[in-house]
């Protein structure tokens, strides 16, 4: 394992870093401590601007315009991202797009992927946030949770149930909808924004954002805009999770560093805070978090990448990568409001805004009891030694 990185993907991160480096995260207050604060529309300025820096077409192959990049440069780029808090659909334009072109029909793919490599539509994932490393325990947690209940209809596909928390249903022209047919069979819909049958509900997530519930009612799909390759879901929530965790690793390597920089210069009986034993030990650990979160991060990524094969299914480097990425970004976020003291809750510092969402990344997909017991199941079923 050759954790190094390629000049390709290392030019995606300068690329990423020139992009974000004018993004504000504290431009606009959380809408979890001042509601409607946050504007309705993600950050079209910023999203142009990486589809003029060729970072949305990042690992989309030649022939649809791409680099043919893998997804360590997706998850270099949205670590990036992670550090400003940039309100774009990055992380779900990026998921879907890689589903598309490597389970999706050849229309599918010649009639989305070159617009959502040049930003000209968005995509997104409806994710219940349920975890499941198989494609049938999934579906039946998609019926329990009324996700979807797809079934053939001649050439088109019938769709009918409810999605709920989906980020930027509001802006997204596709959303990939994860249904099961009636025999159990994940299958993953296209489904356009506005179509007949589809209705949005407005939700608020965690962070303040907004998201919305989504009511399949006798929606009717082509044959073509339905992903049925087997195992197709699964390796789609595989890349979301890994994706998610590479947006808590930059947030929590921000955090941190806003608080070293606030330590060194916050002074206590005539010296830093900084030089304090309990301050110095806190922060020490919070590093060995954003390590591991690190080293957990880029081995599932290279797995993801490479299609290595393991002592588990790829699924379990993803379950400890987010296990490492929940707890981590947690405690640093509460160490850094802890360190902070009260300046940590004024509004008017970027603080609170990190800690929502951090607290939505540690939340999205599952919590790390969540993936824990994946883990624990695979752990089972593939006996290590």
Known sequence: MDFSFTEEQLAAVEAARAVFS????DAVPSPALTHGAVAEDFDRALWRKLADSDLLSLALAGTHGGAGLDPIALCLVLREAGKVLARVP???????????????????RARLLPAAGSGGIVLTVASN????????????????????????DGSQWLLDGVQTAVPWAQQADHVLVPAHTTEGRPVIAVVPRVHEGVTLAEQVSTSGERFAEITLDGVRIPADDVITADGAWEWLRNVLATGTCALALGLGEAVLGMTSAYASKREQFGHPIATFQAVAVQSADR???????????WQAAWRLSTGTSGALPLTGDVAVAKIWAAEGVRRVVQTAQHLHGGFG??????????????????????????????????????PLG
């Open 90 to 108: 990055l992380l779900e334009t990026y998921a879907a797009g890689l589903a598309v072109q490597t389970h999706g029909s050849e229309a599918l």
């Open 287 to 297: 590093y060995i978090d954003l390590r591991a979160m690190e080293a957990t991060l």
């Open 129 to 152: 946030g349920r975890t499941g490393h198989d494609g049938a325990e999934l579906a039946v947690q998609a019926r329990h949770q009324d996700q979807g209940n797809a079934a053939a």
């Open 22 to 25: 004018g993004v504000a995260p």
């Open 345 to 382: 809750a004024d509004t008017d510092y970027a603080l609170h805004r990190y800690h929502a969402w951090a607290k939505q990344l540690e939340l999205s997909l599952g919590p790390a009891a969540a993936h824990e017991e994946v883990l624990g199941d695979l752990i089972a079923a593939h």
